[in-house]
T-cell receptor, first 113, second 113 residues
Framework: GENVEQHPSTLSVQEGDSAVIKCTYS??????FPWYKQELGKRPQLIID?????GEKKDQRIAVTLNKTAKHFSLHITETQPEDSAVYFC????????????FGAGTRLTVKP | DTAVSQTPKYLVTQMGNDKSIKCEQN?????MYWYKQDSKKFLKIMFS???????INETVPNRFSPKSPDKAHLNLHINSLELGDSAVYFC????????????FGPGTRLTVL
């Protein structure tokens, strides 16, 4: 099955700075890589995702890049705002489909005003 | 209109008891999941289920069993509760056939005393 590692576990930035979170995966057949944001006491919610046939995807201040050769993908948040503070999870869907969705351990992002 | 709902939101019980958590989705999705999020925020898939197939994560004890009365519901039954079962349990759903985004319920915080 899939195995996902995520770094850093905590990240603190000043408002307006950029934040980058990195993940690696083990299953070369993985084809879908979502990022979820979980605010304190809330449910995880999808913020952006990327498929294995795309190298980069952007949605306003959020972008994700994928390097299939190196088996790693990253989340980039620009012009961070205090409301970006949350735990972010990367995930990778392995070759066995949605039942093989593995999450990283999460990154707690704090944006200081 | 809540897309994925769970009841109860909080559940406090004694070791050895049997309890159930209910999940309902009104998105017309065909696949539902149960995740366990421990105190370190690590999200781990327990089950995925559609009307044809139940996929069980191999690390889930057989004290845990999903039951689906229809495709809009996937309830989680837990027998002989143990202290280590304390966690937040999230239900999620997605479209069948590799439908991508998983929509999470609000979570059920289970505390075993």
């Amino acid at each position: 099955g899939e195995n996902v590692e995520q770094h850093p576990s905590t990240l603190s930035v000043q408002e307006g700075d950029s934040a980058v979170i990195k993940c690696t995966y083990s299953d070369s057949a993985s084809n879908y890589f979502p990022w979820y944001k979980q605010e304190l006491g809330k449910r995880p919610q999808l913020i952006i995702d990327i498929r294995s046939n795309v190298g980069e995807k952007k949605d306003q201040r959020i972008a994700v890049t994928l390097n299939k050769t190196a088996k790693h993908f990253s989340l980039h948040i620009t012009e961070t705002q205090p409301e970006d503070s949350a735990v972010y999870f990367c995930a990778a869907r392995g070759s066995r489909g949605n039942n093989d969705m593995r999450f990283g351990a999460g990154t707690r992002l704090t944006v200081k005003p | 209109d809540t897309a994925v709902s769970q009841t109860p939101k909080y559940l406090v019980t004694q070791m050895g008891n049997d309890k159930s958590i209910k999940c309902e989705q009104n998105l017309g999705h065909d696949t539902m999941y149960w995740y366990k999020q421990d105190s370190k925020k690590f999200l781990k898939i327990m089950f995925s289920y559609n009307n044809k197939e139940l996929i069980i994560n191999e690390t889930v004890p057989n004290r845990f069993s999903p039951k689906s009365p229809d495709k809009a519901h996937l309830n989680l039954h837990i027998n002989s509760l143990e202290l280590g079962d304390s966690a937040v349990y999230f239900c999620a759903s997605s479209r069948i056939g590799g439908g991508d985004e998983q929509f999470f319920g609000p979570g059920t915080r289970l505390t075993v005393l």
